[in-house]
């Protein structure tokens, strides 16, 4: 037996037309550790965009009903060479109820319930998700707990990492975001200092208003002796961009290196033995990283994902953090969304256009059944 | 008492003027471990270049006998701020017999011997240097020991580092120089593989004439899929890079990406789960690195120095290190120069020009009494 419902698939075809559609779709019955979700919210997070809609181009799109069809430009294309020709499902997160299970117990004790998952097929009526990675959300509702993974379990692994590797700071950059507003939180929770940077006056506002000590806004004139009086305060010689591309992480590395230039006695030819480390886990601006060669060689850059940190962290870690989600759901871990589409709507040109400019506080939650 | 004789110095004054001479200075008695050393030969090294000239305007400089007086541009001219005013010896490493010793028997050990060391002030006609850092060249001549401590250390730390690690195989850009031809001899004694990049043909010949395997041109239009294929064939996840500007350890990333993308079976839209490790070791390009968004996020890029690298080894290792390079100092780890020169005519146009140029197989070697 087959549950039917709408799903949302996107497919870029060797010839570089990218086709983002709605489609009835099949949903085989549940097994072994599997459950059946009837998704009621999905986040549009960051992390969705590379896959549902990449660089093509929105204007010169052709639009209809539920369909979006769309050139994805070089060198986009032949970057994702691996996916060409392949009809794949989108969205990493999302909630809904468990409407039939597998025949494991962890699975079968789902059933009927609320939960918050990742099937990595979110934007669906329906979704096959893993039931170790479910989470009951009892009185939360499937709105709440739609992003009940991707931002939180990404805002506290940054502060699990900080102190794996001994650090009593973090820099985070575009940090009014959802998740840059979790991360205050945790940090004031757990006595973590933390250095935001955001780009606007505004956003300095909100952060200070939610209680962030350091917040350092990069328009402005005076954006590197700020950014150094706040290392020089807590300490900061580590932090997390989501911008990627241009020169945020420059910027972080070397106002980490003059603050530790300056405590030093002795001119050195090679600079500070502060080692100083940043990562990028997003692509906001898909431009190039910009490195310029001003801070010796004591620095560390690297990508950083979710998957492979928890993997790293282990069951127990996540398992602990996953409690931390679900207790703090609407405060700590809140999300906040700009508008609510359908499935049909998120395919419309305005909505796509808006969305993939992944604006501070502009979220969208899509809930596939209207 | 006290020792008199020629010494080099670097001044940059806070107006951004740089002035490098001959002086005559005075080196006290040693104490403890210390061993005086009359300095017969030192090299002029990349990483010596930074402090001895920098970026200063060397075809506009005033020349006279043993002085050179140079504008240093920005940004390097504030970058250095640490150091202006000061006049401040150079040359890392060079050879020489020790003429006078501390007090210790590690020092009186050395005395009338020839050794190479690191005093960091090697364009000089004696140096300061410490014991535990000086190797004994036995029937070795200054000239051949001169370069004993610098390039082979680095060459073997990075092997001992992929040890470290759990590589089998190494990626070195800039591979045609001294330091890279070591390597290649290393290398092939310790079975790591190595895939060579150079940027001519010549280069090519001149490492497959040493034995190489792998030699990519970058110059070459097929630099990328040559690239793959050594990086397919040897599983070389992990590089060094001298030349930090520019987009070499870009093409390393997305090379090692590309292979790693094509021995998967189902796409991921984050890439590779291979982790990706690069380290920049120089600056002979100055210019920003530019690291491009298509090798996902399991990627990871530092900066190496020999220092620290050899601070985390520990002792014993460094010491094993040490006793390879003596025993080897004329075969695997000998070094070659394109010329001779004195203190003052370090300091003569034509020559400065040229030793700063960094030329593959174009190195000076500077021998204080001429």
Redesign the interface.
């Known amino acids: 037996m087959t549950t039917t419902g709408k799903q949302l698939f996107t497919t870029l075809a060797p010839d570089g037309k990218l086709t983002v559609e709605v489609a009835e779709a099949q949903f085989p019955d549940p097994t072994g550790n599997q459950v059946l979700v009837k998704m009621e919210a999905a986040p549009i997070n960051p992390s969705d965009l590379?896959?549902l809609l990449g660089q093509c181009d929105l204007d010169g799109a052709e639009y209809s009903a539920g369909k979006l069809v769309a050139t994805m430009p070089e060198?986009f294309h032949s970057?994702m060479?691996?996916?060409h020709g392949?009809r794949?499902p989108v969205g990493n997160e999302g909630a809904g109820t468990v409407v039939a299970t597998g025949d494991s117990d962890m699975a079968k004790a789902l059933i009927g319930q609320r939960v918050a998952c990742v099937p990595g097929s979110a934007y669906s009526q329906y979704a096959l998700a893993d039931a170790s990675m479910c989470l009951p959300l009892g009185d939360v509702s499937a709105e709440d707990g739609a992003s009940a993974f991707v931002n939180p379990m990404t805002a506290l692994g940054f502060v699990e990492n900080a102190r794996m590797d001994g650090q009593r700071a973090i820099i985070h950059a575009a940090a009014a975001s959802n998740l840059g507003q979790m991360l205050v939180k945790i940090c004031d929770e757990d006595g973590m200092e933390l250095v935001n940077i955001v780009r606007k006056q505004e956003q300095v506002d909100l952060l200070k208003s939610l209680g962030a000590q350091w917040v350092v806004n990069s328009s402005a004139d005076d954006f590197l002796p700020k950014l150094m009086e706040a290392i020089a305060a807590t300490d900061a010689y580590y932090g997390f961009d989501p911008i990627?591309?241009g020169t945020t992480v420059?910027a972080c590395f070397k106002a980490m290196e003059r603050v530790a230039?300056s405590k030093?006695t002795a001119?050195?030819?090679?600079g500070s033995?502060q080692a100083k480390r940043m990562f990028?886990?997003g692509?906001l601006d898909?431009g190039?990283?910009?490195?310029?060669?001003?801070y010796?060689?004591?620095?560390?850059?690297?990508?950083?994902?979710l998957?492979?940190f928890l993997a790293q962290a282990g069951v127990e870690t996540m398992n602990r953090m996953r409690k931390r989600v679900l207790a703090n759901l609407t405060t700590t871990f809140a999300s906040s969304y700009k508008r609510k589409v359908t499935l049909e709507q998120m395919l419309e040109k305005d909505a796509a256009i808006d969305y993939r400019a992944m604006r501070t506080g502009e979220k969208y939650l899509v809930t596939p059944w209207g």
């Open positions: 590379a896959l060198p970057a060479k691996g996916r392949q794949l990627g591309g420059d230039v030093m001119y050195n030819r090679y033995n990028i886990y692509r898909t190039p990283t910009i490195l310029t060669p001003s010796g060689f004591g620095w560390t850059l690297s990508g950083w994902l998957t492979p």
